[in-house]
């Protein structure tokens, strides 16, 4: 087997990991994995679901986006992965996912901070709200994302306002883990700010 196709069905299981735990429906979301040693990544191709990534309907582009092999568009939101990629040598896998509690937290404006033990064991870093005000990370709101893996080297992702996570590994299935823990971080974040409501 080739490293590739290694890395392919690490991708699937993931994909298919995300999709079972209900952190991403539909056709929504993407995630990649770094070509060891090359500038380029495998990546999702537009508008499949989850649940129907196979070898062959995965793609292999530049940190740009530009199609290198395979068929099929690329995401749109490939820069934002290919940039994770040249700013963190870490990070080896990205999922990105339409997650329905982070994205609900998000609207507090609050980072996701000292929720849980388990939070703070796995992670040891908050988990920052980032509000770009656009549907896709520009180039322009790189900066912002960048601030964040300096100052957190491990850094296991981040919440895009009205938007979804992004939960990166040094590899994808680890990233696919970080994004279901910010995903149960989010919903224990809100169950706890009714619960402190409803005590008398
Ligand atoms: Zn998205």
């Known amino acids: 087997m080739t490293d590739i196709d290694r890395i392919k069905d ?15 429906t539909g ?8 070509v060891p040693g090359k500038d380029l990544m495998v990546l999702k191709s537009s508008g499949g679901s989850f649940m129907d990534a196979t070898r062959d309907n995965l793609l292999i582009t530049d940190f740009a986006g530009k199609l290198v ?25 990205v999922m990105h996912c339409h997650s329905p509690w982070a994205i609900a937290w998000a609207a507090t404006g609050q980072d996701l901070d000292k929720v849980t033990y388990h939070q703070e064991l796995k992670f040891g870093c908050p988990i920052a709200v980032i509000d770009v005000k656009s549907p896709v ?37 680890n990233a696919e883990h970080n994004a279901e823990l910010i995903e149960e971080t989010a919903q224990v974040a809100f169950l706890k700010a009714l619960a402190a409501k409803l005590a008398i």
């Open 27 to 34: 056709n929504g979301g993407n995630f990649s994995a770094r």
């Open 69 to 93: 092999e395979g068929n099929g568009k690329p995401t749109r939101e490939a820069l934002l992965h290919g940039f994770i990629y040249q700013a963190a040598p870490q990070v080896n896998g």
């Open 137 to 173: 990370v520009r180039a322009e709101d790189f900066p912002l994302i960048e601030a964040l893996l300096k100052k957190y080297p491990q850094l296991p992702g981040f919440v895009l306002a009205d938007h979804g996570v992004v939960a990166v590994g040094d590899n994808i299935v």
């Open 10 to 24: 690490e991708m699937i299981l993931a994909a298919s990991r995300a999709y079972t735990r209900g952190i991403q």
